[in-house]
């Protein structure tokens, strides 16, 4: 496996590492087996299609849908024609829901083909900490846009109670703004941040056990044209009533300023859903326009033009199409937070 | 079965009908990659309501092959 991806993606790539590797597909070390479907040509590996197992919530709180994450459809120069769409097949065949974050020009035609859902990008909301390093990272033009995404919470924005992760155990009705989604449970959180083998998450949860406030974010150094840090959000949510809303925003500023007194130039959050997404408005920040680039989002190094993040998924019969409001998606889901080389190569 | 073969075939490359012969195949058409390969299985399967299995996909690299796999599998002769 290793061999396929450094001979034909990079001796970097962030799947040769082991740990990585054993993480994402939740195998231990001493697994011979991983979920990732293989195609072979006698003994030489052609192609590979990984397949996380997921549980979601999609348009009921009260049963969990078993899903699929599609995840690092690779193949060789000499793979035959057809063995990629082979291995896409076979993993359906497991789950008749799958989504998948950043198919490439290659994948997203195969998808649509197959007439899955797909957004071109999942909205993108910008605060910005610290208007002149900013500057430096952006080298662009777009001045006034960034005045207006500048932070500058109200006066009254307080700060938060946060409380032990252990206490964490949401009533999921509270939160309807999360009807299709990957169920946030304690153990998804659990692994997907805590025990994370290369990125240094910070989970901040507020409110109550049952009705918390959430964020969860890293930071990040970039470097190029340009050197600073930038905080990522990839998880922002809390219960859709008054309280629920009061307790988030605290939540956000209190994190947001912590951003800003470590010298991050800038926080984003890449979010589907507009709910949460306006929170960031509130305290003085933005969404990116669309078809605009106003800051980096690849910071390692920094590249001066604009990345989406497209979202694919399958829907199949009897499971309904998800709604705007109910749609909650992050940078964070399938493999779309991922560090971009291994470093111990 | 030929000529809804060769529509298809058509349809899916872009390429006039008249044009699908003995020598049509993936090394001869430019427009057979990867997508178009699919978009022709998927096709030949709604068309004749047939699933192809795994190997007949990887097989289905011309024009002669397609017609004779779909005979077999639909037990129709080849005219």
């Given amino acids: ?142 001045g006034r846009t960034l005045d207006r995404l500048v932070f500058s919470p109200p006066h009254s ?20 703004q999360m009807l299709f989604s990957i169920k946030r449970s304690s153990e998804y959180l659990q692994w997907r941040y805590l025990e994370h083998p290369v990125f240094t998450y910070h989970l901040l949860v507020s409110g109550e056990g049952h009705r918390p406030a959430v964020c969860v974010y890293r930071i990040e150094q970039a470097y190029g044209i340009g050197e600073g840090s930038v905080g990522r959000i990839v998880e922002f949510f809390h219960p859709d009533d008054e309280n629920g809303r ?21 926080a984003e959050f890449y979010c589907t859903s507009e709910a949460f997404g306006q929170t960031i408005l509130a305290l003085g920040g933005g969404v990116e326009p669309p078809g605009h680039y106003v800051l980096p989002s690849r910071l390692t190094p920094i590249q001066s033009i604009r990345h989406d993040i497209n979202l694919t998924f399958s829907l199949p019969k009897g499971l309904p199409m998800p709604t705007e409001a109910g749609l909650y998606v992050t940078r964070s889901d399938i493999d779309g937070d991922q560090p971009v080389r291994h470093m111990q190569v | 079965m030929e000529d809804k073969i060769r529509r298809i075939m058509s349809a899916v490359f872009g390429v006039p009908m008249e044009s699908i012969d003995g020598l049509t ?55």
């Avoid at chain 1, 924005?157 to 309807?176: G, M």
Wanted: aromatic share 10%; glycine share 6%.
């Fill in chain 1, 1 to 142: 496996m290793e061999r396929f991806i450094s001979e034909n993606y990079r001796p970097d790539h962030i799947l040769c590492s082991r740990d990585y590797f054993q993480w994402l597909f939740r195998i231990s070390s001493s697994a011979d087996r991983a979920p990732v479907m293989c195609a072979w040509e006698g003994d030489e590996l052609t192609a590979i299609l990984g397949c996380l197992n997921l549980t979601m919530q999609w348009g009921s709180h009260h049963q969990d849908v078993p899903a699929v994450g599609l995840t690092h459809w690779m193949s060789s120069k000499r793979a035959p024609i057809g063995v990629g769409w082979i291995l896409a097949r076979k993993a359906l065949s497991c789950c008749d829901l799958a989504i998948t974050l950043n198919s490439s020009k290659l994948g997203s035609p195969f998808f649509r083909s197959l007439g899955w859902s797909f957004r071109e990008s999942i909205p993108r909301y910008l605060c910005i900490l610290d208007r002149q390093r900013c500057d430096i990272l952006a080298s662009s033009t777009e």
């Fill in chain 1, 157 to 176: 924005t307080q700060n938060p109670e946060l409380i032990d992760f252990a206490n964490y155990a949401p009533r999921w009705e509270l939160y309807p």
């Fill in chain 1, 246 to 266: 009061i307790e988030g925003s605290m939540l956000l500023y209190f994190v947001l300023k912590r951003l800003r007194v470590v010298g991050c130039a800038f």
């Fill in chain 2, 25 to 79: 195949s993936h090394q001869t058409l430019e427009q057979w990659d990867s997508l178009s390969h699919m978009k022709l299985v998927t096709a030949l399967e709604e068309e004749f309501g047939v699933v192809f299995s795994d190997s007949e996909i990887l097989e289905l690299l011309s024009y002669p092959l397609v017609l004779l796999i779909l005979s077999e599998k639909t037990g129709t002769p080849r005219r």
